[in-house]
């Protein structure tokens, strides 16, 4: 059975930072692309930010550029997201996800998603 565990969310002020991580089991993690999406209140999901199996590729979000990092440590299954300059905009449940195709976890159609870690940014 995949899961895909996700914590380190929370509530921090305008500024602040956090970092998130996501644990894999189930699945060979180094042959998966690994990913972040988030989704705000009446909104759809997006993407944040996306890496390849071997971190040979990432890719962030215009929207995010500069603040997010995205790594992972395939020895330990684990991927993360630095978040940085917190605005209260990027409020959102932010959710862990994993393909065997990178272009599926940065364009979309994901195979495998964790259950959402909420951050929540107060001025």
């Known amino acids: 059975q995949v899961r895909l565990v996700e914590s380190g969310g929370g509530l921090v002020y305008t500024g602040g930072s956090l970092r998130l991580s996501c644990v894999v089991s189930?699945?060979?993690?180094?042959?998966?692309?690994a990913g972040w999406y988030r989704q705000a209140p009446g909104k759809s999901r997006e993407v944040v930010a996306a890496?390849?199996?071997?971190?040979?590729?990432?890719y962030v979000s215009n929207s995010v550029t500069g603040r997010f990092t995205i790594s992972r440590n395939n020895t330990k299954k684990t991927v993360y997201l630095e978040i940085n300059s917190l605005k209260p905009e990027d409020t959102a449940v932010y959710y862990c996800?994993?393909?065997?195709?990178?272009?599926?976890?940065?364009?979309?159609?994901?195979?495998?998603w964790g259950q959402g870690t909420q951050v929540t940014v107060s001025s």
């Open positions: 996800a994993a393909d065997a195709t990178y272009t599926k976890v940065k364009l979309g159609g994901v195979r495998y």
């Open positions: 189930g699945l060979l993690f180094g042959d998966y692309a």
């Open positions: 890496i390849s199996g071997r971190s040979e590729v990432t």
